[in-house]
């Protein structure tokens, strides 16, 4: 997993210079923090998620801010990672602004899951798709089309609601659960009915999941796009260990980033056009914009056309800096080459693609 | 069809020249001169100079191990493929 194993480098929730010295706080601390994440996501959300949209999503934005509180470990490694990438472009204040609003996003996240139901009526009249007539377009040409998106914003939710318009989305990408080394089959379960179950229910067909040795996954996603089919991807991925030898440097965020292009090689073969797409939160944090591009121009060579594709993921990260996964994983911005000394990723066989959650700390 | 699959894993997909002239029993796998794109690749190549359509159920890794390998599969393909257009026919 690409982060530390739960509680590692945190203290606890609560705990406080001053009171280090009382024996067994610190288990309490992560026993409630730990309890806390699972009442939430397996009653708060739910409930949440039948109130009037306004008001769930404001309770998401206090429980928020509590977490951003609480946590002050990942706080403060969000701040040091947003600072230690984007250098000057943020204050101090500004880097815990976007701090306090991802951790913000992130709870206001698992209410869209939450929504994912009833023909996920009550999230798409929240979400307002610009650019569904390229889309259409797209698949008009009878090849299919490849949506390549990043870890940012609700992607997970925006992918089944682009099934839930009308489009038929089957994604490429892994459950991190299924991949974390040790992990007990009662918490694969938990994940795949709190999480899998709902996302899945608007998709094509189950996940692709690429792994190595998993020499079938192109083909797959082929199939799919020959029977005129959306296959969506996140492409700001830091590629696994066995890939590292197929991954180009491209500018990303002010550093030189070492990214996967398959998409480019996929929509090179099957034809398919490539469309960007991302979703990002407006201010009141419940209504978002989901954007998608026209084809990217596939004229180029490859480096040149995913640079493309790195540069639109890097222009929606810079414009919704707060909407991005990996500020969440300091190691995850390391394996994609963004911190000091760390170009070459380092990645581990199980890294995961799927958005993280505060809830692997139940694993 | 041993040499034309050879040939255009050599020339398109085959990165280290170490591994030239590819054998016909060198496993692609372990070397890693197959990944999920380069299959992809490949299968599409099999089915243009062949005509012969690559069962979704067989991508399995045991059927593109070598160009040994392909080729078997290649053969029992096109048997099954052309048993089918006899009885139907």
Known sequence: MGEAAPGAADPPPGRRPGRAGWPGAAAIGQMLFRAEILAFWVAVAPLLSLLPASLAYRLACWRGDLTFRYWAGKRAEVVRGLRQVLGEELSPQEA????????RIRTCE???????????RSLRKLVEIRGREHLDAALAGGKGAIICSAHFGSYVCAFSLLHASGFPVTTIGRWWWNYTPGETPAVKRFWDFIYARRVLRYRQRPNIEPWP??????????????????????????????DLTRTITVPFLGHQARLLPGIV????????????AFAHRTADYRHQVLEISPPVP????TTAVFGQCAA?????????????DFWFEPTDLARLGLLEGSLRPLVRPDYRMERTTELEHLS | MEAVIN???????????????LEDDTSLLETGVLDSLSLLRLVVF????????????????????????????????????????????
Do not use: K
């Not at chain 1, 815990?96 to 951790?103: G, Q, S, T, W």
């Not at chain 1, 698992?110 to 996920?120: F, Y």
């Not at chain 2, 890794?61 to 599969?73: L, M, N």
């Open chain 1, 298 to 301: 596939m004229h180029s060579e």
């Open chain 1, 96 to 103: 815990e602004r976007v701090a306090r609003d991802l951790f």
């Open chain 2, 7 to 21: 040939d255009y894993i050599s020339r398109e997909l085959v990165q280290d020249s170490a591994l030239l002239p």
């Open chain 1, 265 to 276: 090689d996929l929509a090179r073969v099957t034809g398919a056009p490539v469309l960007l």
């Open chain 1, 110 to 120: 698992v209410i869209d899951l939450m929504r994912l139901r009833n023909g996920a």
């Open chain 1, 213 to 242: 040795g998993r020499v079938q996954v192109a083909l797959q996603a082929a199939a799919v796009l020959r029977g005129n089919e959306v296959v969506t991807i996140c492409s700001d991925a830091p590629p696994l260990e066995s």
């Open chain 1, 312 to 324: 639109a993921m890097d222009a929606a990260i810079r414009a919704h800096p707060a909407e991005w």
């Open chain 2, 46 to 89: 099999v089915q243009e100079r062949f005509g012969i359509m690559v069962d979704d159920i067989d991508l399995v890794p045991e059927h593109f191990d070598s160009v040994d390998s392909i080729c078997a599969y290649l053969r029992t393909r096109a048997a099954e493929t052309a048993g089918q257009a006899g009885s139907h026919g």
